[in-house]
């Protein structure tokens, strides 16, 4: 049988796009990385936070499961520290603390209080403190005169990583970008590792850090995967999980798993100051607190 070459014309035809109709490329990894720190800094740091912490973490000694109800000040990480369970997961009831530094009672998670909004570099650092996830006394990186410059009709991007397409897929039931960030420089203070950002608002949902930890003249890193949520119009930590191995020598020979659930998050319009100073919390014990 014959097929007539108007025939094959017209079905030719049938399977190009419609005329005057252009393909969009996919975007390329500079630009969805450069779209995610974009999106990032468009939403607002609160300037309170209240939430709960869940420990689930495993060690040698066994299962670590402190619950603790936190209110923090963000502008100087003072925080309004309540214990629910102790390590051994018992309930108790113990004073509130105002904490001030970097240890919290009843955890081994240093600096907790901050890890809702650890933002891993991707906003200017607040209050020259190191992230939480940095290796200690990491300087922030001298400014450059901006994110992008352009230069006739190429931009330029100035980049802390080498990115690497890892391929599109889903999470949560909804597509994601998933790149590999491998840092040019300052590996201390630039931590991703990998991140998953959401196909259609460029807002990570998954995060791969490497976390720097220094405990009693020891120092370890060890990767760690945080996921995320928007709450309330705020990026908000809202799990992470990683496992840990520290040796040194015949003496020290430590192993574990961290898990950490954040969960009741709200943002305080105004809590009273007392809640965040230690001295003047003693004239105020046994008042209500906000958001408990």
Same mark, same amino acid.
């Given at each position: 049988?014959?097929?007539?070459?108007?025939?094959?014309?017209?079905?030719?035809? %049938?399977?190009?796009?419609?005329?005057?109709?252009?393909?969009?490329? @996919?975007?390329?990894?500079?630009?969805?990385?450069?779209?995610?720190?974009?999106?990032?800094?468009? =939403?607002?740091?609160?300037?309170?936070?209240?939430?709960?912490?869940?420990?689930?973490?495993?060690?040698?000694?066994?299962?670590? $499961?402190?619950?603790?109800?936190?209110?923090?000040?963000?502008?100087?990480?003072?925080?309004?520290?309540?214990?629910?369970?102790?390590?051994?997961?018992?309930?108790?009831?113990?004073?509130?603390?105002?904490?001030?530094?970097?240890?919290?009672?009843?955890? =081994?998670?240093?600096?907790? %209080?901050?890890?809702? #909004?650890?933002?891993?570099?991707?906003? @200017?650092?607040?209050?020259g403190?190191?992230?939480?996830?940095?290796?200690?006394?990491?300087?922030? @990186?001298?400014?450059?005169?901006g994110?992008?410059?352009a230069?006739?009709?190429?931009t330029?991007?100035?980049?802390?990583?080498?990115?690497?397409? #890892?391929?599109?897929?889903?999470?949560? %039931? $909804?597509?994601?970008?998933? #790149?590999?960030?491998f840092?040019y420089?300052?590996? %201390?203070?630039?931590?991703?590792?990998e991140?998953?950002?959401?196909?259609?608002?460029?807002?990570?949902?998954?995060?791969?850090?490497e976390?720097?930890?220094?405990n009693?003249?020891?120092?370890?890193?060890?990767?760690?995967?945080v996921?995320?949520?928007?709450?309330?119009?705020? =990026?908000?930590?809202v799990?992470?999980?990683?496992?840990?191995?520290?040796?040194?020598?015949?003496?020290?020979?430590?192993?574990?798993?961290?898990?950490?659930?954040?969960?009741?998050?709200?943002?305080?319009?105004?809590?009273?100051?007392?809640?965040?100073?230690?001295?003047?919390?003693?004239?105020?014990?046994?008042?209500?607190?906000?958001?408990?």
């Amino acid at each position: 049988m014959r097929i007539s070459a108007a025939l094959i014309v017209v079905v030719a035809a %049938g399977a190009l796009p419609a005329a005057g109709t252009a393909q969009t490329p @996919p975007p390329g990894v500079t630009e969805i990385y450069v779209k995610m720190r974009a999106a990032v800094n468009a =939403l607002p740091v609160p300037a309170y936070i209240a939430f709960t912490v869940q420990e689930s973490s495993t060690r040698k000694s066994g299962l670590i $499961a402190d619950r603790l109800r936190i209110v923090e000040r963000v502008s100087d990480a003072h925080a309004w520290v309540r214990t629910i369970r102790n390590m051994h997961g018992d309930a108790v009831h113990v004073e509130p603390q105002v904490v001030t530094g970097n240890l919290f009672p009843n955890t =081994l998670i240093e600096r907790v %209080g901050e890890f809702p #909004l650890a933002d891993f570099g991707l906003r @200017p650092r607040r209050a020259g403190r190191t992230g939480i996830f940095e290796a200690p006394g990491t300087p922030e @990186p001298t400014p450059s005169a901006g994110p992008l410059r352009a230069i006739g009709s190429v931009t330029g991007y100035n980049l802390s990583y080498r990115i690497a397409d #890892l391929g599109d897929t889903e999470l949560g %039931g $909804a597509p994601v970008h998933h #790149l590999g960030l491998f840092p040019y420089r300052d590996p %201390g203070h630039n931590v991703l590792r990998e991140v998953w950002i959401d196909a259609s608002t460029f807002i990570p949902k998954r995060y791969v850090a490497e976390r720097f930890v220094e405990n009693g003249g020891l120092s370890f890193r060890y990767l760690i995967t945080v996921d995320t949520a928007v709450i309330d119009g705020h =990026l908000v930590n809202v799990g992470a999980a990683g496992h840990f191995e520290l040796h040194r020598a015949l003496i020290i020979n430590v192993t574990g798993d961290g898990r950490w659930a954040i969960s009741d998050v709200t943002f305080p319009a105004d809590p009273p100051a007392w809640l965040f100073d230690p001295d003047r919390y003693k004239d105020h014990k046994g008042e209500p607190v906000p958001d408990l």
